[in-house]
Structure formats: C-alpha cells, structure tokens
Nanobody, 121 residues
Framework: QVQLVESGGGLVQAGGSLRLSCVASGSILGTNDMGWYRQAPGKQRELVARIISGGSTNYADSVSGRFTISRDNGKNTVYLQMNSLKPEDTAIYYC???????????????WGQGTQVTVSS
C-alpha cells in the first residue's frame, strides 16, 4: 500500500509564502512524475505544477514565476514553494504521484488527502 501525506498548508496574508511537502511511503520501488493539484470551492481540480523523475517541470500559467516545484528522489518527497501568494490561490492542495510498486509492471497514480491553503487579502 502506498500513502501520500501532505504538510505545510495554512493561513497566510497576500504576498506571503508557504512551502508544501508531500512524502510518499509504503511499498515503493520508485516514483515517476509527482505533482501538485488544487481545488477551490465550486471549481474543478486543476494542475498547479508537475515534475518528472529527471527534473523537468511544468506549471500552470497562473502560478508560473511565483511557485517552484522540486523533489528529493531519495526521500520520495515533492515540495511546492509558493511565493507572492494571492487570494485566488486559496484552495485545497493535493499531492499526486505515479509510483512503481512490486505488484505492478506499470506506475499507478496515488493522491494525498489534501492540505488547505488560505490566502487573506
């Protein structure tokens, strides 16, 4: 079984910063791509940023230049540094990872439980 556990969410004023972390644990042989999604009230879940095992990244236009995704492959951990936060960044942030496990020849996608980020104006 694989678990993803996020941390680092909270309440911050506009212009502030937060750093999210997500640790994958369990029967993991390796991780493929890892990323962050978010879902605001009444909206669909959307991609925020994604990073593949080789280090290539992609970002939503709305966060490009303000957010930075990184990963520690040895720790199966992905981070999201969020700077210059805006009220519209308020959402539940979910970690997602495609993970290789002993019982499958292809990677499977897993989700974390989510962490709330609230940006006050």
């Amino acid at each position: 079984q694989v678990q993803l556990v996020e941390s680092g969410g909270g309440l911050v004023q506009a212009g502030g910063s937060l750093r999210l972390s997500c640790v994958a644990s369990g029967s993991i042989l390796g991780t493929n791509d890892m990323g962050w999604y978010r879902q605001a009230p009444g909206k669909q879940r959307e991609l925020v940023a994604r990073i593949i095992s080789g280090g290539s990244t992609n970002y939503a236009d709305s966060v490009s230049g303000r957010f930075t995704i990184s990963r520690d492959n040895g720790k199966n951990t992905v981070y999201l540094q969020m700077n210059s936060l805006k009220p519209e960044d308020t959402a539940i942030y979910y970690c997602n990872a495609r993970v290789y496990t002993p019982d499958s020849s292809f990677p499977r996608a897993y989700w974390g439980q989510g962490t709330q980020v609230t940006v006050s104006s």
